[in-house]
């Protein structure tokens, strides 16, 4: 990646505690447009907790965002973030279990629906039109994820790799400036990974977006991840291409262990 | 075997007017998984405040006074969200439900020193002859009711499922997180579900109000509307219309023809005994979302 670049979101000297437990003490990354970057590291290394800061979920104790050059109030609420423009999905799925997957998918364009969410009965004839728009919209989303015959399903009743496709497919539908996977591919197999695996690259390199994924599996971070951070109780402990990352002592130490003498 | 008919549907009759009042309960849970102890204080509220409208205090004709006590609903909302569940987010869920405690009394003592102690007669001016369908008996008054409850319960669903804040607000039911994840803000989809259950209060209350006269036992409706919920399930509208349709068929039918061999009074424990029963077979109710924990 262009290192001159301005990234699309730093985090900088990020820390949060939990009760006695740190879960990020001083991290700080970046995310610089167009490219896919991975945030990496054992069981309970804070990487969860890095994604939902950046969407505010969680609110730091120290140290602040930057998105799009600006430092953004920590008063901000979750909502107003995804309105920025920031989408996420979830590492256990959040799908709106009461919907079929098109609901689902159509919820994600909230924040593109022109008329405000709560003044629809206003603008009927106005948002009956809008409506159409975006229904376009979300069927070009559908193809592109390859559900078209799921379009109808309840999505409580859809298998789980679907159902995870299903919700990177609500997150496209915001057209997001930013979009944070968490764990988009945990617990599938091998053909339900490499399909995922495919969607998120074909969304950054055909459609153009910048993504920040959680992943365990490593062989598919170090497929398709321009760029890595890697984060071992709570700290950050290396960043840099697949292939530094890959080389990085530290790395190895806090995957693999230790010698003891 | 007339008899038999007549005595159900006057027993279905009273029913819907347990759904209307379990219906608010119901909506509120959805979409803030708070059990609302208030909503029979918010049916109390809504009828004695259309009373003051009506011939208490002002002499407003009927349709401004219902549009002003929507009004009066709608500001309970506003207040219950910001003042009482905006502090209390994200504690646990039996902290909310005892604030709600809190909101009832608060209502009814509140109630009562704008409006009186007093019982309060409500009439909308319908006539309460009975009239004959089908060789049965039926009270003209419960059968405006029943087409009352039919009207907004059609509304509630055509509400909830094609427009879009409707869909905003089951989404919030369904996922508090995914809802803020794609933009819906949260305070304000309670907001507005506080202010639909304030509307179907203000139904129920004018109900039971026109029925009973509109008097403080009237919060004590809401525990009839427990076994409802039981019954249909927290978190099911149509649970909730289908059981206090049996809840008021049962109670009914089991004080006419179960009733002389224990010597009557079994409307007041039926109810529960159903619940009961059903809480035995199916613990989140006919309707009710299963909840599957996964260890």
Redesign the interface.
């Known amino acids: 990646m262009n290192e001159k670049k301005e990234p699309l979101l730093r985090a900088e000297n990020i820390h949060i505690s939990f009760g006695g437990l740190k879960a990020l003490n001083d991290v700080s990354l970046e995310i610089y447009p167009g490219e896919i970057m991975a945030i990496i590291g054992p069981n309970g290394a804070g990487k969860t907790t890095m994604l939902n800061i950046i969407?505010g979920?969680y609110k730091q104790d120290e140290g602040r965002i930057i998105f799009e050059g600006k430092k953004r109030s920590k008063k901000m609420?979750?909502?107003?973030i995804?309105?920025q423009g920031i989408?996420?999905t979830?590492q256990n799925l959040?799908?709106?279990?009461?919907?079929s997957a098109l609901?689902n998918i159509?919820?994600?364009r909230?924040?593109k629906?022109h008329?405000n969410?709560?003044s629809?009965?206003l603008y009927w004839r106005f948002?009956q039109k809008e409506?159409i728009e975006h229904r376009k919209a979300v069927e070009h989303i559908i193809d592109f994820l390859q559900i078209q015959n799921i379009r109808r399903t309840p999505a409580s009743t859809l298998p789980y790799g679907l159902q995870k496709r299903v919700e990177l497919g609500?997150?496209l539908a915001?057209e997001p400036k930013l979009l944070l996977l968490d764990e988009p591919m945990a617990g599938m197999n091998l053909e339900e990974k490499e399909d995922i695996a495919r969607y998120v690259l074909d969304a950054n390199e055909e459609l153009g977006y910048t993504i920040a994924l959680i992943e365990h599996d490593m062989g598919v971070v170090m497929d398709i991840c321009d760029r890595i951070v890697v984060l071992d109780f709570g700290n950050k402990i290396a960043e840099g291409t697949p292939e530094e990352i890959k080389s990085n002592q530290k790395v190895i130490k806090a995957y693999l262990g230790e010698a003891e003498n | 075997m007339t008899f038999f008919f007549e005595v159900l549907v006057t027993g279905l009759m009273v029913g819907i007017m347990y759904s209307l009042v379990a219906l608010g309960f119901v909506l509120i849970f959805k979409a803030s998984e708070v059990f609302n102890m208030a909503q029979g204080a918010m049916s109390l509220f809504a009828g004695l405040a259309l009373v003051g409208f009506l011939d208490q205090y002002l002499q407003l004709p009927l349709w401004l006074a219902l549009l002003c006590t929507v009004a009066v609903m709608t500001i309970w909302a506003y207040a219950i969200v910001f003042i009482v569940l905006k502090p209390l987010v994200a504690r646990p869920p039996l902290m909310l439900f005892m604030a709600t405690f809190g909101v009832a009394y608060l209502m009814e003592g509140i109630g009562q020193s704008i409006y009186g102690t007093q019982a309060k007669g409500l009439n909308l001016g319908i006539p309460d002859t009975p009239i004959v369908i089908g060789g049965i008996f039926m009270s003209t008054f419960d059968l405006f009711f029943t087409g009352v409850a039919a009207i907004l319960v059609i509304g509630l669903v055509w509400f909830f499922q094609k427009?879009?804040?409707g869909?905003?607000l089951?989404?919030v039911?369904?996922?508090h997180?995914?809802?803020?994840?794609?933009?819906?803000?949260?305070l304000?989809a309670w907001t507005?579900t506080w202010i639909v259950a304030g509307v179907v209060a203000t139904v129920a209350g004018v109900a039971w109000g026109t029925r009973l006269g509109v008097q403080f036992s009237l919060t004590y409706i809401a525990l009839k509307s427990l076994p409802v919920l039981i019954i249909g399930g927290l978190d099911s509208i149509p649970g909730a219309i289908i059981a206090g349709l049996i809840v008021g068929a049962g109670e009914n039918l089991g004080e006419v023809f179960i009733g002389p061999y224990v010597g009557g009074g079994i409307q007041t424990f039926f109810p529960y005994l159903l619940a009961l029963i059903v809480l035995y077979f199916r613990p989140y109710g006919l309707f009710g979302k299963e909840i599957i924990e996964r260890v």
Do not use: C, H, Y
């Open positions: 969407n979920f609420k979750p909502n107003r995804a309105a989408a996420r979830f959040a799908l709106f279990r009461g919907m609901g159509m919820m994600g909230t924040m629906m008329a969410i709560f629809q009965a948002s409506e609500r997150a915001a | 427009t879009r804040t869909r905003a089951r989404a039911s369904d996922d997180e995914a809802a803020l994840s794609v933009g819906i803000p949260l304000k507005i």
